[in-house]
């Protein structure tokens, strides 16, 4: 099918769906739009993936979020046998680096959840996990879905993500390649991931805040993606109610509207960019 409208990345998944995900992606189908569901490990993947398997309108990632299961190894056969074992899987993530989550979450996250490591060894056991799946993501010819959250009044997970993957691109060339999702960086930033060639993707917060404005009118428009993140960060006028790939309309007017550029010509722009970025056909 054709696109009108491609989300990026979503969590279609997610338990916030349950009661009506099988009508939303069919309204999505009805009204053009595509959307990216993203894995966070090893059973959040297998559970995108089964979703992208049931609609045609629909893809997946699979990966490991630097913060969501911090107990979790990236287990390079079982992400094997998945990718595989299916045709719909379109890049490897999200992963990265989540600085802000030791900040603000881990302290408080250690004995809920049963970690016994430090700050220090959290930041170490991030970058390791994030290098091996740089590894996978070129060696298997895949995008990175990347997750990057600096802490506060810092760039310091970007930095330390882009030295990574700078790394990277002198041994592997083309083939390290990616998104940048959420993102939330300065123009020198994104500068960076530009000249690596990833793209970045946006999400509702630019139609609530100025805070990224600057970087949205910089960039090039061959390289920006939109995105919803739903059910996260739902876009003004729609805040307070639970997020969907709907609404990446309003990102994509949003855009528009910052960068002075005609909507049909950028809506058009990001559907091609989304497709090279991941290798759709449609």
């Keep these: 099918m054709s696109y009108a409208l491609f989300d990026a990345h979503a969590h279609l998944h997610d338990k916030a769906f349950d009661e009506d995900r099988d009508k939303l992606i069919l309204e999505m189908k009805g009204y053009g739009v595509g959307a990216i569901t993203v894995g966070t490990d090893l059973k959040e993947s297998e559970a995108a993936v089964a979703l992208a398997q049931q609609y045609e309108n ?3 990632t699979i990966g490991l979020h630097p913060a969501d299961n911090v107990l979790e190894e990236f287990d390079k056969e079982a992400f094997t046998t998945l990718l595989l074992e299916n045709k719909k899987i379109v890049a490897l993530g999200e992963c990265g680096l989540d600085y ?11 004995e809920e959840k049963g970690i016994t490591h430090t ?18 993501a070129c060696e298997k010819n895949l995008p990175l879905m990347l997750h990057g959250r600096p802490s506060k009044k810092s760039m310091d997970a970007y930095e330390d993500m882009l030295t990574i993957l700078e790394e990277a691109k002198k041994e592997y060339g083309v083939r390290l390649r990616g998104n940048a999702h959420f993102f939330v960086g300065t123009i020198d930033i994104a500068k960076r991931f530009v ?10 917060v630019i139609t609530f805040t100025k805070d990224y404005d600057d970087v949205v009118r910089f960039l090039p428009s061959t390289m920006i993606l939109a995105e919803t993140d739903s059910p996260y960060a739902t876009p003004a006028p729609f805040r307070g109610e639970r997020n969907s790939p709907m609404y990446v309309q309003e990102i994509v007017a949003k855009m528009s509207i910052l960068r002075n550029e005609p909507l049909e010509e950028l809506r058009v722009q990001i559907i091609e960019n989304t497709k090279r970025m991941f290798d759709l056909t449609f």
């Design 100 to 110: 802000h989550y030791i900040e603000n979450f881990f302290r408080r996250d250690k």
């Design 58 to 60: 629909i893809y997946a």
């Design 119 to 136: 700050e220090e060894e959290e930041k170490e056991r991030q970058k390791r996990i994030f290098k091996e799946q740089v590894v996978f």
């Design 195 to 204: 000249e690596i060639g990833f793209t970045m993707s946006f999400s509702g």
